[in-house]
């Protein structure tokens, strides 16, 4: 079965602080992703990664940054939390080219900044 | 840009009733993906089902199915008997493949949040 991991569940932080979250995937997998997910908006796509050291902007990368130093874990990086950076967090992981495009998806972290 | 519409925000239904979630997209493109993702209250999001646009016949996996209606850019998901787990947020999702077969990113709609009362 493939496995994602992230570090939290959940996470209170204080605005300006330096958030990290942390997703690991134990399938070998090419493709990783970070999405925030918000009532009534879905998720929505903030970066990920076809390789390591690979880094590509998705639709909501402004606050965010990511580091992909090996192949099995895509770290998020919010330099100075914000309140409007509450959100549920989502981590996934693909095959870069597979016969399903399934993308597997990990618990989640419900990131509270005050 | 494509684009994915869940017109229904939330929806209810009866154990062991059928019930059809809709979905729309838009798109200019000949090659991808669609899927139902499925995400529990509190666990994780789970792919429930795929159809590939060139394939004509309906995907079903046991209960649920879908009706793929490519010229209309329709996606709907269809459950039937529903049981007190199918309880969860569904989430349509479009993926356009990319040269060489590598697979783009996910497009998702805003979510039905489905309900099976006892």
């Known amino acids: 079965d493939v496995k994602v991991t992230q570090s939290s569940r959940y996470l209170v932080k204080r605005t300006g602080e330096k958030v990290f979250l942390e997703c690991v995937q134990d399938?070998?997998?090419?493709?990783m992703f970070w999405y925030r997910q918000d009532p009534g908006l879905g998720l929505r796509l903030i970066y990920f990664?076809?390789?390591?050291?690979?880094?590509e902007k998705g639709d909501i990368p402004e606050g965010y940054s990511v580091s992909r130093e090996k192949k099995e874990r895509f770290s998020l990086i919010l330099e100075s939390a914000s309140t409007n950076q509450t959100s549920m967090y989502l981590c996934a992981s693909s095959l870069r080219i597979s016969v399903d495009y399934e993308q597997y998806f990990g618990p989640g972290t419900r990131l509270t900044v005050t | 840009a494509q684009t994915v519409t869940q017109s229904q925000p939330e929806m209810s239904v009866q154990e062991a009733e059928t019930v059809t979630l809709s979905c729309t997209y838009d798109t200019s493109e000949n090659n991808y993906y669609l899927f139902w993702y499925k995400q529990p209250p509190s666990r994780q999001m789970i792919l429930v089902i795929r159809q590939e646009a060139y394939k004509q016949q309906n995907a079903t996996e046991n209960r649920f199915s879908v009706n793929f209606q490519k010229a209309a850019k329709s996606f709907s998901l269809k459950i039937s008997d529903s049981q007190l787990g199918d309880t969860a947020m569904y989430f349509c999702a479009f993926m356009r493949l990319e040269s060489g077969g590598s697979q783009g990113n996910l497009i998702f709609g805003k979510g039905t949040k489905l309900s099976v009362k006892p």
């Open positions: 399938m070998d997998h090419e493709n």
């Open positions: 990664s076809y390789d390591v050291k690979m880094k």
